[in-house]
Structures are given as structure tokens and as C-alpha cells.
């Protein structure tokens, strides 16, 4: 199986900040690569789609990069409706895997 | 819109059976695979399989290989996940979402439906 690891694993910031959240594969995938955001209680939001391709509907704050093994998410002013926890998926073989999430708080 | 809609939360013994719906509109239902993803209490994002409802193919995570069945009923535009032998750590939220390719990301996602297993 293909083991998915974000860093860090929690993330204090605050509004208007710059946020970076990185994703590592322990294999080349690629760019089979997905972020999603999820508030508890609501269902999971796709953001962006085969590592930089940004979901329709998705603030364009939110982008993508990286392609093998390394791959981030960054958010380029963070808003009050992005504290969240964020998770990376690859899609590039099976059983597909999600990285341990990133909680971003205030 | 496109919609995933679950059943409700269910609380069942250990060595139980539990079966999940999920119904979708808003799009055609048997152009988009239907995966089922879960998550434990303070835990991340677990996919456990997909099911193509145009033919019924499905694919299973090893993981739950021998405990898991998905099925769907195309004239209703549902999903179902079926879990048997239910241990305490089966304690979690059931997500369906729909991917138009395995390979592809999951586009849109129920609200899942919160599985209890306790004595």
C-alpha cells in the first residue's frame, strides 16, 4: 500500500495568513494526487484534483503543487471559513490511501 | 444539485451485521463509481472500496476484503455497504462519494452515517 504523510499534523494561523500543508507518497504516484477539506459534521469537499487542477467551484485562494512524491496545498490568504482539517489522497493505485490530515485552527 | 443522502445512525453489537444506504440524485447514477470511505472517532480518512453501479463491478480494500459487500440499486439511484463480524473499532462515520474514474478524485461526498458497535 502506498503510505500517505502530511505535515504538520495541526497548524495555528490566523486570517490573512499564508498557509502551507505538504504531502508526501512513499512512492511515486505521479500527479494522482487529491486535496480535501472537511468541517466535522459536514461531508468532505474536494479541492483540488489530480495535484493542481482546482475543483469547480473552489476560491482560487486554494492551489496546488508537486508532482512524484512531494506535493503541497497552500492557501494564499486564509479566510474564517477555511479552519478546517485538510487531507491528501492518492489516486494512483489501489487500495487508494489518505494522508493523517492537517488541522489548521485559529 | 448532485446529492448523496445516507441512512441513519445505527448502533449494533459486536458480531452484527450493518448495512448503510446511500441515495443519490442531482446526476446520472450509473455514470460515476460509488466509493465508501470511513472514519473513526479522532481518526482520518479510510477508503474501504468502490462499486460501479452500470454492471455492478466493485472493488475492495484487502483490509475489509472479507467483511465488506457493496451493492446498488440502479432503479432507485442507491448504494449500499454492508459490514458483518462488527468489532468496537467499526465504530465510525460511513461516507459514500462518487468518483467518474477510480483514478479521479471524489467530487462530491455524503454527510455519512455514524455506525455505533458496542455491547
Known amino acids: 500500500d502506498i503510505q500517505m504523510t502530511q505535515s504538520p499534523s495541526t497548524l495555528s494561523a490566523s486570517v490573512g495568513d499564508r498557509v502551507t500543508i505538504t504531502c508526501r507518497s512513499s512512492?511515486?504516484?505521479?500527479?494522482?494526487l487529491n486535496w480535501y477539506q472537511h468541517i466535522p459534521g459536514n461531508a468532505p469537499k474536494l479541492l483540488i484534483f489530480a495535484a493542481t487542477s482546482l475543483e469547480d467551484g473552489v476560491p482560487s485562494r486554494f492551489s496546488g503543487s508537486g508532482s512524484g512524491t512531494d506535493f503541497t496545498l497552500t492557501i494564499s490568504s486564509l479566510q474564517f471559513e477555511d479552519f478546517a482539517t485538510y487531507y491528501c489522497q492518492q489516486s494512483y493505485s489501489f487500495p487508494l490511501t489518505f494522508g493523517g490530515g492537517t488541522k489548521v485552527e485559529i | 444539485q448532485v446529492q448523496l443522502v445516507h441512512s441513519g445512525a445505527e448502533v449494533k453489537k459486536p458480531g452484527a451485521s450493518v448495512m448503510v444506504s446511500c441515495k443519490a440524485s442531482g446526476y446520472i447514477f450509473t455514470d460515476y463509481y460509488i466509493h465508501w470511505v470511513r472514519q473513526a472517532p479522532g481518526q482520518g480518512l479510510e477508503w474501504m472500496g468502490w462499486i460501479k453501479p452500470n454492471g455492478g463491478d466493485t472493488n475492495y480494500a484487502q483490509k475489509f476484503q472479507d467483511r465488506v459487500t457493496l451493492t446498488r440499486d440502479t432503479s432507485i439511484s442507491t448504494a449500499y455497504m454492508n459490514l458483518s463480524g462488527l468489532k468496537s473499532d467499526d465504530t465510525a462515520v460511513y461516507f459514500c462519494s462518487r468518483s467518474y474514474d477510480p483514478s479521479l478524485g471524489f467530487d462530491h461526498w455524503g454527510k455519512g452515517t455514524l455506525v455505533t458497535v458496542s455491547s
Open positions: 512512492q511515486s504516484i505521479n500527479r494522482n
